[in-house]
Nanobody, 124 residues
């Protein structure tokens, strides 16, 4: 079992930066592929970014590529999402998720563990 707790959300202006953190419990964090997803009001949830166990491979949604960076620290069992040049469309609840796997996965159905979410609101 893995428990995930996100933090770092907040209210920012367009163009600002924000870093989300997701702290994982348990000793098996280094064996998990980790992902970030988001859900905006009235919209379906969408994949944002994912990172493999070693951190050597990452994948991003086209909408955030070049602006967001996912990283992880297996020593502290934490995954991060650095968000730069934030846009109004980035407003959403952001969730981190994990699953035991060897390759990056982008479908939310593939993830077994989820955090409670953290709100990111971007204003003009």
């Amino acid at each position: 079992q893995v428990q995930l707790v996100e933090s770092g959300g907040g209210l920012v202006q367009a163009g600002d930066s924000l870093r989300l953190s997701c702290a994982a419990s348990g000793r098996t964090f280094s064996t998990y592929v980790m992902g970030w997803f988001r859900q905006a009001p009235g919209k379906e949830g969408e994949f944002v970014a994912a990172i493999i166990r070693s951190g050597g491979t990452t994948k991003y949604a086209d909408s955030v590529k070049g602006r967001f960076t996912i990283s992880r620290d297996n020593d502290t069992s934490t995954v991060y999402l650095q968000m730069n040049s934030l846009k109004l469309d980035d407003t959403a609840v952001y969730y981190c998720a994990g699953r035991m796997a060897f390759v990056v996965v982008t479908s939310p159905n593939e993830y077994a563990y989820w955090g409670q979410g953290t709100q990111v609101t971007v204003s003009s």
